[in-house]
């Protein structure tokens, strides 16, 4: 079994700033993580190859040179190769524009039986790129999954729904997009981090490689663009404390509860 699990390198959004006159991210000294969701996408591909026979995983991602690092922690948990596209003509490549250049890596790795893709990035949340490369390659897709479970070349997930959730059939090859609940992903070894920057294990390729049309990507095939970035609005609020006993301050709770009709 082949799989492939697309990667993205992030910001660590725990450290973000906003540039206040600006409006876009300060990223000057801003750490660079694996996109949390990107990594239980890994995780469970590394599951089911430590509980198969003949399975190969192979990590890919889009980005500037820098990305490279997050290949080499991927190396480090247990993938079998990686692939970096980058290429000055991807910059500036929106949702659309990244998943036709990722399914073009896609393509050029040929044989595969299931794709991972984290739900969502913590730099932009909007859930599009696992779908599209779905769309892009005409195969079907289960997203936000919790659990999994594959039956010979059957895969059956549990799907999360705001209220609820879908058990969902759906047959290989495919391609899936990791919640966070479904699994606790691994640390990479030391010894894996090492021998992850030594060798030929991370194959750089341009767009040329893969038979990407760079009129597709970037922002010439980007169709939509970034207006504005801006922190939410600090609203001040007033502050009381209240006095006595813990039962007094309960009964003031409640009473100033009631004086606002909350209850």
Do not use: W
Not at 149 to 165: H, N, Q, S, T
Not at 200 to 223: A, F, H, M, Q, Y
């Amino acid at each position: 079994m082949n799989i492939i699990v697309c990667i993205k390198q992030v910001p660590d959004t725990n450290e973000a700033k906003i540039d206040p006159v600006r409006g876009t991210l300060i990223r000057e000294g801003l750490p660079s993580i694996i996109n949390p969701d990107d990594r239980n996408a890994l995780e469970e591909a590394l599951r089911i190859k430590d509980e198969m026979e003949g399975v190969k995983v192979t990590a890919i991602s889009m980005g500037p040179p820098q990305a490279e690092i997050a290949l080499v922690e991927a190396l480090a948990m247990g993938a079998d190769e990686a692939i970096l596209l980058t290429d000055r003509a991807l910059a500036g490549s929106d949702t659309l524009a990244t998943s036709t250049a990722l399914s073009a890596v896609i393509r050029y790795i040929g044989d595969f039986d299931l794709i991972f893709c984290g739900r969502q990035a913590i730099d932009g949340e909007t859930a599009h790129v696992g779908p599209q490369i779905a769309e892009h390659l005409n195969i079907p897709q289960i997203t936000c999954v919790e659990e999994l479970k594959i039956e010979g070349r059957r895969v059956i997930a549990k799907r999360a729904l705001e209220d609820g959730y879908f058990i969902v059939e759906a047959e290989m090859p495919l391609l899936l997009t990791a919640a966070k609940e479904l699994n606790q992903p691994r640390y990479p070894s030391i010894k894996g981090i090492f021998e992850g920057f030594k060798g030929d294990r991370i194959k750089i390729v341009s767009p040329n490689d893969v038979n990407c049309d760079v009129t597709t990507v970037g922002l010439e095939g980007s169709p939509t663009r970034v207006v504005e970035t801006f922190p939410p609005p600090i609203k001040s609020r007033d502050l009381e404390m209240l006095e006595g006993s813990p039962a007094e301050q309960a009964r003031q709770l409640l009473q100033r509860l009631r004086e606002e009709k909350i209850v």
